[in-house]
């Protein structure tokens, strides 16, 4: 077989194509650009070495007139569009895909090439699938299928769907080649479709997966319409779906079978995307001729959307056909749906033809499979956005181009009847170049513009974060010469302006002004968004046109209904206004699109204007969860019988126990026990399995005294809940609570064998729990079973070793019991724990002076080598021994202590403080003013450390230094009248000679 030549604008139209699902599909501004400038230049050279080769000659397809149309569709429909920039980015990514398409049919002639442009895009293809599922979590084919952070496979592309749309188009292409192939190569070519289709379903897209099964019954379908080679393929088919189930059982097939099990149920597995669907059919109802404009979709649909996705931003429609119909309108969904009919209807009737069997059956499989590629995406795109991702619309042109050659491009039977030949003069030529040249150059210039354009102002956005705002208007400036007609380059410049109101009322209204001419700029380019008028209506009200603010905010409502932010502003401006009743409609509206946190909020500005209960309630929705937080409102501010009212009436709306048992709650915090009871008995009537209110029923008998009847029902919830009537982790925890709260009811009543009777049945049933245990030990002891609770409290502080409490009340034990030797030893542990715990010191203390011990601290020294939680801990602890040692003024060992935390922590100016003092003590001057220098050093700012140094100068002698750090000292705090007092002693002093000696 003769070697195939690859020419180098294959190669570099190879380089695209593989470009773009590394590249993350090219959603991000950069990588488009790059694509396209890679295009227009591809285009170029093509065009440019075809003319000066001999004749331009462009074939023709059967769908060049419905595309023809379809372009003249979108072009009227782009002129008139409510919002024309947006649709700059559709508009490129359409003319790059129709370019590679073209460049394809009058490139790629021949068997071999087109043979070879399938194997390259396959075996990229399957090399890409076969790394996302080696690289999934780090780990071997086989072993796991989640990705990290998520539990989908999508490789480099942001998005599971995406990644499944880039697959769906070459999946098929690996079965053509398949097919026509011999050897290693079909064997190579089979595995890799396998390992594809294994990816694609392990991405656990629902719609990826059922455009796989689509595009299986369309490669089937196909192949019996044409009747040729059926029973190779059917084997063949076979044969891909057998493995495919084997691979995708090996790989682990559970988690596909749950994501699938979704779809049992439709209606509420794509539940917001029916809204979204609802939404967008009202939008073409509206427009229905020629749509609203290319790529405004995400501006015009704010119009049409409800609550149930108020708190979305909705960017595309999730199907491409009613988003098309949409944005193009019925005119151009017509239009694209007449290329696809074309485009399937001509491809399959010319591969059926018999006389095409015997000149090139190689085409066959390859057209088949292309096509079914092309079906596969297409019935993705019902239910997602896979034509926005550019990279995979692009491999969809490719697959397309590659049917429509499979099906006329024959090297041998091409009709010259289906090409146009352009001959030109020399001067023609030269006129034709020039051309091409301009219109790539102005196109490169189109497209980099936009780049440039989003470049500098994603500069700016960083610039106005930092509050750099001479920076911003700098970039904003060059975003403005790059691509002066975004409406959102307006809107940043405004918010700038806002953000940097200061200074005089005159210097404020000026800024004001620009900021409003900034927002009026941004709505004339894109008058259909919300926010402009939300924003441009803040300002007008800040300037004090009431009235225009007001038709601002309402002109923002119709345009974004589910906003909240013009409802709350149109509350303000209204209750300012001293219409309370309109003020609470517009609030209630705010709070109902999910702003349940701004209750407090609202509330406090309406109880501004007119706090009586009836005003306020009118903006609170009616909805339980707002019912019992304006409740929770009221009893904050003292207002507790209209909070109760709340309370009952939530319970009216959601009778569910959580709202009985916040009625009951309720009635508690008001101290009503005795309603409390009655309307919590009428509530277990009607909910008795509820654990809160059984509990709550508890807590109210014992404020009433009935601590024998509280005992039972704690007894009961906690046998309950152990024997697994009211089994869950949560009540698990909740059952060792009631165990300690029956066992304190009974030490209440002095009851301390009932008490540590429950305990110890507690403590079997829940061994984990310190709490029970220290509580046993402390009611053991009241039953002097000494050596048992000894026990107990060992274990307790087992349990829990950083509990100070229990370690003190160990110590307290051993104490008591004539132990002062272990008792010692605890509490010194306790002070380990926590260094500054004044009753482990006191009682060490105490027993020292009372037993005589002696006070040897070197286990604390040593205790320094311990690592601390934190820095702060340790220095304490240093602190504290240097402290007891100088209670029994041993100075020395006080230093020692201090020197040792110093070589610990070089930079921690405390100690240095705190040794200065000590050898001020011990009298020796300069290494006191030594170390209180260093702590000054190191801690610069505490006022006390320079009076200190100031005195410490003074007792030296050097007066004048002392007053200089003294005034440093007032500089820090103005109101030390250490300070003062001290400097106007120096100033009475009669001034010294060994003043002004040198230290």
Known sequence: MRQFRTFPHEIFLFLILFFGPIAQGLVEVWSITVVHIAVIVLLTVSLLFSLYKGTLRLHRTPVDLPIFLFCLIASFSFSTSVYPYAGRAIIYQLITCLALFYFIINTFRSTRKIYHLCRMIVLFSGIYAVLALIWTDGSLLGFKIYSKGQYDLSFFFDNHNHFAGYLETTIWLAMGLATVSRGAWRLLLFALGILMAAALVFSLSRGGIIGLIAGLCFYLAAFVYIKEQRPKNLRLLVAFTLLTFVALVWLGIGPVADRLETLSNPLLAGKTRLEIWKGTLDMISDRPVIGWGPGTYQFAFPLYQNES?????????????????????????????????????????????????????????????????CFSFLVHAGIDYNFHIPSNAIFFAVSAAIAVLSAYGAAGEMNEAGCMDINLSRIGK??????????????????????????????????????????????????????????????????????????????????????????????????????????????????????????????????????????????????????????????????????????????????????????????????????????????????????????????????????????????????????????????????????????????????????????????????????????????????????????????????????????????????????????????????????????????????????????????????????YQNAVEEWKK??????????????????????????????????????????????????????????????RDAETVLRKGIEKYPQEGRLYYTLGIYLRAMKRGKEALAALKKAVFFEYERAEYRYQLGEEYRRNGFTQKAEEKWRICLEIRPDSKRCKAAISGIEVETESASASLPY
């Open 830 to 891: 306790c002070l380990d724990v926590k260094p500054g715990f004044a009753r482990c010191s006191a009682a060490i203390k105490k027993v020292e002076e009372e037993v005589g011990l002696d006070r040897d601290l070197i286990n604390y020294e040593r205790r320094l080598a311990v690592q601390f939680t934190t820095k702060d801990e340790a220095v304490q602890y240093s602190l504290h021994i240097a402290e007891l040692y100088v209670q029994d003024e041993r100075y």
């Open 309 to 373: 996705t108020a708190g979305y931003h909705i960017i595309h429609a999730f199907n491409d056909y009613l988003e098309l119909a949409a944005e193009t309108g019925l005119a151009g969904l017509t239009a694209a749906l007449c290329v696809l009919t074309v485009l399937f209807v001509s491809c399959l009737q010319r591969l059926r033809r018999e006389e095409y069997h015997y000149f090139q059956p190689y085409f066959q499989p390859i057209g088949i499979a292309a096509l079914a590629g």
């Open 430 to 819: 030269q006129i034709c170049t020039i051309f091409i040249l301009l219109v790539a150059l102005l196109s490169c210039a189109a497209v980099l513009s936009l780049y440039l354009g989003n470049r500098y102002i994603e500069e700016t956005a960083a610039y106005y974060k930092n509050k750099e705002y001479d920076n911003a208007a700098v970039s904003m400036q060059k975003a403005l010469l790059f691509d002066p007609v975004n409406s959102e380059y307006f809107r940043i410049r405004g918010d700038m302006l806002l953000d940097q109101i200061s200074g005089s009322w005159q210097k404020q209204e000026a800024r004001l002004q620009q900021a409003l001419s900034w927002y009026e700029k941004a709505i004339r380019l894109c008058p259909i968004k919300g926010d402009y008028f939300t924003r441009k209506g803040l300002v007008l009200e800040w300037i004090g046109k009431i009235t225009k603010a007001e038709d601002a905010y309402k002109k923002a409502l119709r345009r974004y209904p589910v906003s909240p932010e013009p409802y709350y502003r149109l509350g303000s401006l209204y209750l300012r206004s001293m219409e309370q009743d309109k003020a609470a409609q517009y609030f209630r509206r705010f709070l109902e699109l999910g702003k349940q946190g701004e209750l407090t909020r609202v509330l406090d500005e309406m109880g501004e204007a007119d706090g009586r209960y009836g005003t306020l309630k009118k903006a609170v929705p009616e909805t339980a969860p707002f019912r019992r937080a304006f409740a929770a409102y009221l009893f904050a501010k003292g207002r507790p019988w209209p909070a109760l009212h709340e309370l009952e009436f939530a319970f009216t709306l959601e009778p569910t126990p959580q709202n009985a048992l916040a009625h009951v709650r309720g009635l508690f915090r008001s101290k009503d026990f005795t309603a409390a009871l009655e309307q919590n008995t009428t509530y277990l009537e009607r909910f008795p399995t509820s654990l809160g209110l059984r509990e709550q029923k508890a807590r109210i008998l014992e404020r009433l005294g009935r601590r024998q009847e509280a005992v039972f029902i704690y007894r009961n919830l906690q046998q309950a809940v152990y024997a697994g009537e009211l089994f869950s982790q949560a009540n698990q925890k909740k059952a060792a609570a009631y165990c300690i709260r029956a066992a304190r009811l009974y030490a209440a009543d002095r009851r301390w064998q009932e008490a540590a009777a429950v305990l110890e049945q507690g403590a079997g049933q829940y061994p984990g729990n310190a709490k029970i245990q220290y509580l046993l030990g402390m009611y053991l002891l009241r039953l002097h079973r000494k050596e048992q609770a000894l026990v107990a409290l060992k274990r307790a502080i087992f349990l829990a070793p950083g509990n100070v409490q229990y370690r003190y009340q160990l110590g307290e034990e051993y104490r008591q019991a004539g132990l």
